[in-house]
């Protein structure tokens, strides 16, 4: 069975506090990880589509990398307006179906 | 503006009432979805559709049922709604593999 776990659930960061969310995950045959940002009342934004081990992907203050194992997004010097839930998700192989994590809520303080 | 355009935005029904969520996005995507988002649960895919006549079960169909006449509407339909069908509903579309997907703006169905 598919599982994304996210840590942690909640984070409360200073701005310009740089740090990372966690997405571990166990999938069969990944075709693709996926971060999505969700503002309250809102529907997700996507953001990045990671699909191999080593990958990267820039935008903005947001950077997210991939291991065979899990997919970190780190915030660097994050902003007020960079708080909102960020939700992981995957897609296994042979699957349009994917599993996602319940999210991390991050709020950053000015 | 690209848009996946969901109504109503907001719902009250009582148990058995039939009803139909819209969703109709403008970016000529072959891919579209439904999802439920729960406290503690997150999301769960529930339909999706690769094309037009083309519908699959997600991990929670049962329940709902979905049409796709046209490549622009994918509606969700619950033929008798219960109250665990209470929740917060989310269409999306995507180009493709889906693998960049759009979300709507959700849909709040409550049933008493």
């Known amino acids: 069975e598919d599982q994304v776990t996210q840590s942690p659930e909640a984070l409360r960061l200073q701005e310009g506090e740089s740090s990372s969310l966690n997405c571990s995950y166990t999938?069969?045959?990944?075709?693709?990880l996926f971060w999505y940002r969700q503002d309250p009342g809102k529907g997700p934004e996507f953001l990045f589509t990671?699909?191999?081990a080593g990958e990267e992907k820039e935008k903005e203050r947001l950077k997210a990398t991939l291991t065979k194992k899990e997919s970190f997004l780190h915030i660097t010097a994050p902003k007020p307006e960079d708080s909102a839930t960020y939700l992981c998700?995957?897609?296994?192989?042979?699957?349009?179906?994917?599993?996602f994590g319940r999210g991390t809520s991050l709020i950053v303080h000015p | 503006e690209a848009q996946v355009t969901q109504n109503p935005r907001y719902l009250i029904t009582v148990t058995g009432k039939k009803l139909t969520v819209t969703c109709s996005q403008n970016?000529?995507?072959?891919?579209m979805s439904w999802y439920r988002q729960d406290p503690g649960l997150g999301l769960r895919q529930i339909y999706y559709?690769?094309?037009?006549?083309?519908?699959d079960k997600g991990d929670v169909p049962e329940g709902y049922k979905v049409s796709r006449k046209e490549k622009r509407n994918f509606p969700l339909i619950l033929e008798s709604p219960s109250p665990n069908q209470t929740s917060l509903y989310f269409c999306?579309?995507?180009?493709?593999?889906?693998?960049?997907?759009?979300f709507g703006e959700g849909s709040w169905l409550t049933v008493v």
């Open positions: 559709s690769m094309n037009v006549e083309v519908t």
């Open positions: 999938v069969s045959g990944l075709r693709g």
């Open positions: 999306a579309s995507g180009s493709g593999s889906g693998n960049t997907i759009y």
């Open positions: 998700a995957v897609r296994p192989g042979g699957s349009y179906i994917p599993t």
């Open positions: 990671l699909y191999s």
């Open positions: 970016m000529n995507h072959e891919y």
